[in-house]
């Protein structure tokens, strides 16, 4: 994190370690630092964030034994750490959230803990401004609107009146054994104070076109950061079968913007034509809407154009089994995908 225009501190530990280190980025050279105070535990999976320009917030955590719901504040002129004593209600301890201050406020969101399920919980501390002598203290923020799922592993990133959330990893619910590699972008938005969903089309290879134009662009050139951040951090087996899941849907999801040109009678016989050419690229690919469905087949006949201005969406079957369930029990599940033109994503 960039506290200044010369240094970003960062904590290291693979093996549960508790050394600090920052990197100076007028040479981009490493230096351990010698700190002092109230020094936090050795952890994996906290989360920080700096406190303008001459503090950083640490909260959490994973010390190889338990999960942690501490708070650290360090001063980055002294290195000196306080540990913040917070009274009240308490949210429960965690690994794997974020932490974002937001203006006064640091908010926490998702993660691990507890031996339960992933967390999908928003919480807000106040009280980490010496100035204004306010106590410190936990609140629980249930907003409304279209609320991200349980998550931990995800990134958060702030940009003007928005609060953008990418990627994560959840699992299909407290009761399943499987996992889920989220790559939806959910924003928070300050001014309305809800959740909302961002529309996104994923062209992999380091290409990503959004339709989306209610926010600005200088925030817009924040997410295809996020994202690659995002996937650099997933394990070799997780990052392919992440690739070949999303190269796959991404190949049905192109034959719509192709219809777009079409006359509406040649439309159907387009989406069969784009079908036959694409393969399934595996035997653990799931459906985007359904994730506890893994998918055997595509139905090629089945594709039906749907009535849209702007774009072509189509709805295609495909043959599918339970996860958890008979490999040979296939049945037929449907699911509708959409892609704008490219004429109309340029205008």
């Not at 989360?47 to 001459?54: L, Q």
């Not at 650290?72 to 750490?81: G, H, I, K, Y």
């Not at 035997?283 to 359904?290: E, G, N």
Request: a negative charge; one cysteine or more.
């Amino acid at each position: 994190m960039d506290l200044t225009v010369r240094q970003a501190f960062t904590w290291f530990g693979s093996t549960i370690l508790g050394d600090f280190w920052v990197l100076d980025t007028d040479i981009w050279q490493w230096s351990e630092l010698t700190s002092f105070g109230d020094l936090p535990s050795p952890r994996d999976f906290a989360a920080a964030s700096a406190i303008g320009n001459h503090k950083i917030v640490m909260y959490g955590g994973w010390d190889g034994k338990k999960w942690l719901l501490d708070v650290f504040v360090l001063d980055t002129m002294s290195l000196e750490w306080r540990e913040l004593a917070v009274t009240g209600t308490l949210p429960p301890p965690r690994c794997g959230h974020t932490a974002t201050m937001v203006e006064k406020r640091l908010l926490v969101y998702g993660g691990r803990g507890g031996g339960g399920p992933i967390m999908g919980d928003l919480w807000g501390l106040k009280g980490l401004i010496e100035e204004d002598n306010e106590a410190p203290g936990w609140t629980q923020l249930k907003l409304p609107g279209q609320a991200p799922a349980a998550r931990c592993g995800h990134t958060v990133t702030s940009g003007g009146h928005y609060l953008l959330m990418f990627g994560g990893h959840g699992t299909g619910g407290w009761l399943s054994r499987y996992d889920v590699y989220y790559n939806d972008c959910v924003v928070l938005d300050r001014v309305s104070v809800q959740w909302k969903r961002v529309n996104v089309s994923y062209y992999l290879y380091g290409y990503i076109c959004f339709a989306l134009t209610s926010l600005t662009q200088e925030f817009l050139a924040l997410l295809p950061i996020v994202r690659d951040h995002i996937i650099d951090g997933y394990s070799p087996e997780a990052r392919e079968v992440f690739h070949r899941e999303f190269d796959f849907f991404e190949k049905v999801t192109t034959i719509s913007g192709a219809l777009y040109p079409l006359p509406k009678e040649e439309r159907r016989a387009g989406i069969k034509r784009g079908l036959e050419k694409i393969q399934l690229p595996g035997d653990d690919c799931y459906l985007p809407t359904a994730p506890s469905k893994l998918v055997r087949g595509i139905q090629v006949n089945s594709g039906i154009p749907l009535q849209s201005a702007a774009k072509v969406p189509i709805m295609i079957t495909f043959d599918v089994f339970d996860r958890d369930g008979d490999p040979k029990d296939i049945k037929l599940q449907a699911c509708i995908f959409k892609n704008f033109h490219e004429e109309h994503l340029m205008n």
